[in-house]
Nanobody, 116 residues
Framework: QVQLVESGGGFVQPGVSLRLSCAAS????????MGWYRQAPGKQRELVAV???????NYADSVKGRFTISRDNAKNTVYLQMNSLKPEDTAVYYC??????????WGQGTQVTVSS
């Protein structure tokens, strides 16, 4: 199994930046993709960004050009750099890891609130 622990959320004003971190442990050698999802109040959870073991990335249209997903293999950590934050980015952000044959794990979530 894979365990995930997120950190880095907070309360910020529009326009500033935040970086989320997701540290993976356990059967990390089986991970073939990691991603960030978010869920705002009253809305469904949605994909924000994903990075594969080969380094390919994909982003939701709403965050392209503002968010960057990256990874540090030595630290078994994936990051989400969020720039030019907007109030509509307010949500609980979850880290996800896909591993093995159709398995996935979720972190506990970290709150990001963007408000003036």
């Amino acid at each position: 199994q894979v365990q995930l622990v997120e950190s880095g959320g907070g309360f910020v004003q529009p326009g500033v930046s935040l970086r989320l971190s997701c540290a993976a442990s356990g059967s990390i050698f089986r991970i073939h993709a990691m991603g960030w999802y978010r869920q705002a109040p009253g809305k469904q959870r949605e994909l924000v960004a994903v990075i594969t073991s080969g380094g390919s990335t994909n982003y939701a249209d709403s965050v392209k050009g503002r968010f960057t997903i990256s990874r540090d293999n030595a630290k078994n950590t994936v990051y989400l750099q969020m720039n030019s934050l907007k109030p509509e980015d307010t949500a609980v952000y979850y880290c996800n890891a896909e591993y093995g044959l159709g398995s996935d794990s979720w972190g506990q979530g970290t709150q990001v609130t963007v408000s003036s």
